[in-house]
C-alpha cells in the first residue's frame, strides 16, 4: 500500500487522536489558570548536534544563516551556554527536568521515566495547550503532551516514519519539511482560549548528515575553511583523546562520504564496503579522475563532511523561517517566546574531530537564542553562564508556574530581561558516563569556570587544566604545569563542592 501524502497522513495523525486531546484539554485545563492571554505562548525549537561555529550569529566561518540570525537579531544571544552531559538522550532529559543526569536517571542512552515531573507536564497541568513534534529520543513515549508525533529512535532523513498516540505513519519527503509541517499544523489547531507550548525537535544535522535532495554538494562553490587546530597532533594531552575514534582522518566511513559501492556486491559486502573507512579515494575532477590518499584525503574528507552538514544547517534554518512566519501570519508574535538552542554542540574539526562527548568547548558550547517582543531587548547578547538544566525553570517562571523544590538549574529569565543578578553562577559541573560507549570516548567529568576548565579522566588517572583567556583554543594541558598549581588546587576544590552540592556520586 502506498505511503500517505504528507497533508493526508497530517490529517490522519491528528484526526484520529481529535477525540483524545479534547479529553486532554478539559483534564488538563486548571481552574484557577491565568486567563491565556495573560501568558506568553512558547515555541522551544532545536536541534540536534548544532554547532555555534555553523550559526551565523555566532561568527560562523560558514557564512549566514539568515532565519536562525533574525531571531537573534530580534532577541538575545546567549555566548556562554553549555551542556552538563554532551550527548543527545542526557542533555534532553536534563532541559526536560532541570535537573542533572544522576538525578533525572538518564546517564546515557537510558530509558527516560515519563511518570516524573518535568516541564511538559506542569505547563499542562496549568492551562497551556502543549505539544511535541520531531526528534524525541528517550526510549519512551512522551508524556505530559496533548498533542505528540515524534520520529521513533533516531528516525530517517528521507520518508521518515513517526510514532503518535494512533500508531505509525510515514510521511514522504525531507523530515526536516515534515517535522515543520507538523509544528505549523499544531499552531494552526490549537485552542484558541489557551496558550501554547511547542517543542519543536529537528533531527538535523545530526549524523549522517544526508541533505534534501535538492540540495546541491558543489566542490568549487562554497569557501569551508579548516579550524586553526585541525592537525591537532594531541601533545601533552592526555590518552582519552588519542584514542577516541571520531577523527576525520581515521573514521568517517565510506557511508558519511557518500561514496557508491562497485557494482556486484551481496549486501553483506555492501554493508562491509560502506563502513569501512577509506585510505584512498578517487574523485572526478575537470581534469580527469585524481587518487587521493595522505593529507589530501583527510582534507577531502573534511570537506565532504562539511558539505552535507551545512546543508543540513540550511534546510533547518529554512524550517526555522517557515515557522517565524507562522506566527507572524497568525498575529501571534507579539506574545510568542521563541527559543532556539541545541541538544549540546558539535565538532567540525576542531582537534581533527566531528561527533560530541568530551568537554571541550565546541562539543559542550550550544546556541541559545531567545526572542520575546517586549520583554527582550533585540540585538542583545550575555556572557552569563547558563547550562541546558536551565531551561525547565526558565519556562516555568515565564509561565508563572512554580518551580519544584529539586530542580537543579537555575531560571534565566533576568538574563533574557538584561538584568544579571549578583550571584549568578561563575562554574558550572560536568559529567560524561558512557565508557567506552560510541567512539571510545572514556567517561570524564570536570568543572567549567569563567576562565579555566578542569577535566578529569578517571579510568586513565590523567587530568587536563586549560586556561581558556590564554589558551580559548585548548591546545596547552597545563594540569602538570607548577605555575598553574594554586589554580588547580582551587578548581579542584570548587569542582569537589559542585559534585556534592549537587548530590552525585564520586565518579
Known sequence: MPSPTPSLALRLLFGLCAVLFACA?????????????TRPNIVFIMADDHAVAAYGAYGSRFGATPHLDRLAKEGVR???????????TPSRAAMLTGKYAHKNGVTAFDTFDGSQPHLAKMLRESG????????????????????????????????????????????????????????????????????FFLMCHHKAPHRPWEPPVSATTDPSGREIPEPPTFDDDYAGRGDALRENRQRIADDLTRRDLKLVPPAGLSPKERTTWLDTVPRVVDVETRDGVRRLEGRALVAWKYRRYMEDYLA???????????????LDRLGLAENTLVVYTSDQGFFLGEHGLYDKRFMYEPSIRMPFVARWPHVIAPGSSTDALAINVDVAPT???????????????????????????DDWRTSFYYRYYHDPGDHDTRAHFGVRTETHKLIRF?????????????????????????????????LEAELERLRRDLGDTAP
Open 458 to 490: 578517571p579510568t586513565k588517572g590523567q587530568w587536563e587544566l586549560y586556561d581558556l583567556v590564554a589558551d580559548p583554543l585548548e591546545m596547552r594541558n597545563r594540569a602538570d604545569d607548577p605555575e598553574m598549581r594554586p589554580v588547580r588546587a582551587a
Open 128 to 195: 497551556y495547550f502543549t505539544g511535541v513534534v520531531g526528534k524525541w529520543h528517550l526510549g519512551s513515549e512522551p508524556t505530559g503532551f496533548d498533542r505528540w508525533t515524534v520520529l521513533p529512535g533516531q528516525g530517517a532523513y528521507h520518508d521518515p516514519v513517526f510514532l503518535g498516540p494512533e500508531g505509525r505513519v510515514t510521511l514522504k519527503g525531507y523530515v526536516t519539511d515534515r517535522i515543520g509541517d507538523l509544528a505549523e499544523r499544531f499552531i494552526e489547531d490549537r485552542p484558541k482560549d489557551r496558550p
Open 395 to 421: 519556562l516555568l517562571e515565564v509561565a508563572g508556574v512554580p518551580r519544584p523544590d529539586d530542580t537543579q538549574g537555575r531560571s534565566l529569565v533576568p538574563l533574557l530581561r538584561g538584568e544579571r543578578p
Open 312 to 326: 543540513c544547517v540550511e534546510s533547518l534554518d529554512a524550517s526555522v523561517g517557515r515557522l517565524l512566519a507562522t
Open 25 to 37: 484539554q478539559v483534564d488538563s485545563a486548571a481552574p484557577d489558570a491565568p486567563a491565556p492571554r
Open 78 to 88: 546567549f555566548d556562554r551556554c553549555f551542556a552538563t552531559n554532551a550527548i543527545c
